[in-house]
């Protein structure tokens, strides 16, 4: 709301984050174009050879090739920079990508790593399988209890890595503790912040070292295009990443980076959007017959309502519930649906159902499902832009019928 005493500044740091999403990072061309403008280009043009040579020097700031930097996705980086309130964004091409060298730009082998073991498929894989393979050993925890991140700690860890809320039940960690003792003992702490989205979520603010985001997510919100970022300290860029993403070349696409750009400028609406329809589904679906557990973060009876409080502003997006019956009334309930769609992504404008145990936490096997609590009637719902009453409806009508068919 106005605030008549502080007279507008043209600094956008000091802007609401409604108003760094639309105006934040941009840079206009000679055209003065109101939209942001797409620049489709590998390279850039120098006036001179002594213009080329300063380039390279780093004497002359500009562009030099769009593995480096690019207009675009330099608009796209400064926007989400300002709303993380971060020193420095790097966008990369996927959320994987983002993990990958945010994690292996700082890490050597003989380092250790410890890491909550509820996440995202993919990261488990970076963690478990890929970084023992380049010398890098790894703990991993279950990260909802402080005490297993102090007793996992051997001399030579030097990352903490975790994902809150997590993939798909919905666990949190404490990030304010986790990093205060990574901090006590020179530990580099990771999040990934995609199921909370910066709008929800600052983990910077409560201590963290780096942030995360598959922006394919929420963050482009329309299911259309990949893309990640990762958001760090000036010094962690030029100590670690900047080089690594430099050469090796996880660069995001300027198109992708204008479509996500452009995605920034609606991101506040359409969460607020989404978690106030999510609030409403998961409150019905506790009332209906059948659903044995419903876990979201906005309701009073989330297991850990008390971080929820600590750390995130909203609710979120997403909802896990189990329904009686397992794995042949979970397939049931979803080939019933009529609205909401049946696939593996999330944070979408679409309403989307997955069912962990046989899709995205199929290959971790029944044991690692059953230590994380991923029952066989699990689901997973990311809710989008519908209705929140029809949504409502078809989860019912759903339900129903997975359980008199
Ligand atoms: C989707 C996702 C990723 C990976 O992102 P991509 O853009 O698909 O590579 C990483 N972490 C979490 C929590 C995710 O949901």
Redesign the pocket.
Known sequence: MANNKTPVSADPASWSPETQLVHGGVLRSQFGETSEALFLTQGFVYNSAEQAEARFKNEDPGFQYSRFSNPTVTMFEERLRLLEGAEVCRATA????A?TAGLLCFLKAGDHIVAARA??G??RYIVETLCPRFGISMTLIDGRDIENWKAAIRPNTRGFFF?TPA?PTLDLVDIAAVSALGRQHGITTVV?N??ATPMQQRPLAHGADVVVY????HIDGQGRC???AILCSEKFLTDYLQDFIRQTGPSLSPFNAWVMLKSLETLPIRVRAQSASAARVADHLAGLPGISRVIYCGRADHPQAEIVKKQMTGGGQMIAFEIEGGKDAAFKLQNALKIIKISNN?GDAKSIITHPPTTTHYRIGPEARAELGITDGMLRLSIGLESADDLAADLEEAVKAARTS
């Open positions: 996927t959320g994987m990508a993990v996440m995202f993919s990261c994902e993939n990934d995609v199921f598959s922006a394919t997510k990949l893309g990640g999330l």
